[in-house]
């Protein structure tokens, strides 16, 4: 099964009802350059500001970046963008922050034509996002560079970057601060270098900075790890994580005793291809006080691609995202994948869990919570025809729902099919066991059934003549049949 996609234009988007004061909307940036979002912010007024990075080239490949805009949402979902002018100088920006005087700094990096050093750049911008003012600093002769994070201190920032050599398969840290003029002094490269995008904390009374790495090549036996520095950024000791496997780290506080953290790992007595999404709680002194996981067996499963895949404005209401089935590499023809997103409290038991989209391949980004009670969060889906990933946003209420009152793009999925149309076998793969699979010609005849407890297989239908049947997968547990049409060829 194969939804249809609306192609929409850049300053298109659907207009969502109003439900429980809470609007919803989805929205997918489709034209043919490489692009991605690793960011979002949303302003007093309820409009989400999302920031967008092109470049040269297709996904998968080497790459050159070119410029970075804002999408802005407003709280119905209409959208315009807001660009930047930084003459011929490439840039790609992937930090905001929201300073004193209610403007914000953009940060990233920026590399002038046919120069090999690298210089970090931030745009100083007023409330609207009117640029300001522009400030470089060079940082050498390096393939890429990335802002993490930003902390606020008494008239300046604390800056956590990444600079990195290609391949970029890992990255060094680099600490400095930055006044509120954009002047960037005090650089300090630690000589670990660490897996791409690692997340960070300030401690409680902010005399410490804490690294979280799911690993440091060299460094503490390449484990998961947290490491402290002081504030002129020396090291003073690491120690292991009670838990976590693999990249793609989000790290917040929960209390000031308490944090939350997410991470991949291997399902208990699983295969190597069984990852879950874990979320886990620990105190200061590294010792786990809660934590669960996300996904389905025999299936790779995983936090959304980078630091902002955890997010809450308050810890009763965490919001997540992440993806079933990814694939690491381009995905095959045919291969589908499900965005994960669910919201717990603060024991981390589970409020709503939910699987959008299974009829492509997607991968999941980030998750913003929203000031009116529900979250806002970013995917994309992979297009074999451009060799080129299209950015979806999904604007969701309290309970994790799209309400648009238009026919809506992205569908709470439980079951996938493919080949999409199909000739002698159908393949599916379903998130939820289910009791029964039957297919209805266009008379409305019950011409297939099968009784089924696995969650994916193949079913023999050659004797079918061509033309178009539908579907209905009745699930167990109460859940909602779920109907469909899918097209069957010579």
Known sequence: ??????????????????????????????????????????DEAENIYALISEGTGVDFAPSTPTKSYLLKFNPNGDTSTIHFNLGDTLFRLNQMVKDKHNGYYLLGYAQPIEEEEVFLVIIGTDSDFNQLWTKYHLLGNYYRAAVDKVFEFDNKYMLLFATCDFPCTSSYLNFAWMDTTGMISDVTTFEYRTQPMPDYLL??????????????????????????????????????????????????????????YSYNKLRSNSTSNDDEMYLMISDTSLNAVHYDYYGEQNSKDVCGFGSNNIDFISPDSIFFIGYRNQKVGIP???????????????????????????DRYYDAFYVLATRDGGSFICG????????ISNPIFL???????????????MKERNIAFWPVPFS????????????????????????????GWELNGSIVVDHLDAGIYHYKVTFLNNILPETGRIIKTR
């Open 395 to 409: 604007k969701l209420n309290e309970e994790g729902l799209i309400t648009a009152s238009s026919e809506t793009f």
């Open 1 to 42: 099964m194969k939804a249809v996609l609306l192609t929409m234009l850049l300053l298109f988007s659907f207009l969502s009802e109003d439900m429980l004061a809470q609007n919803t909307f989805e929205f997918e940036l489709n034209y043919p350059t490489r692009k991605y979002s690793f960011e979002a912010i949303e």
């Open 380 to 387: 994309s889906w992979y297009n074999h025809d451009t060799h």
């Open 203 to 260: 401690s409680p009374d902010s005399s410490q900075l804490w690294v979280f790495s799911m690993k440091m090549f060299g460094f503490y036996g390449s484990y998961p790890v947290r490491i402290k520095f002081d504030t002129t950024f020396q090291y003073i000791s690491a120690a292991y994580l009670p838990d976590g496997d693999d990249a793609n780290t989000s790290v917040r506080w929960i209390s000031d005793t308490t944090f939350l």
């Open 332 to 358: 095959e023809p045919g291969r589908v994948s499900w965005l994960m997103t669910g919201q717990t409290d603060r024991q981390l038991q589970t409020r709503y869990f939910k699987y959008y989209g299974g």
């Open 424 to 451: 002698s076998q159908l393949t599916y793969e379903s998130v939820r066991p289910f009791s029964s699979l039957q297919l209805y010609d266009n008379m409305g005849r019950l011409v297939y059934e099968t009784i």
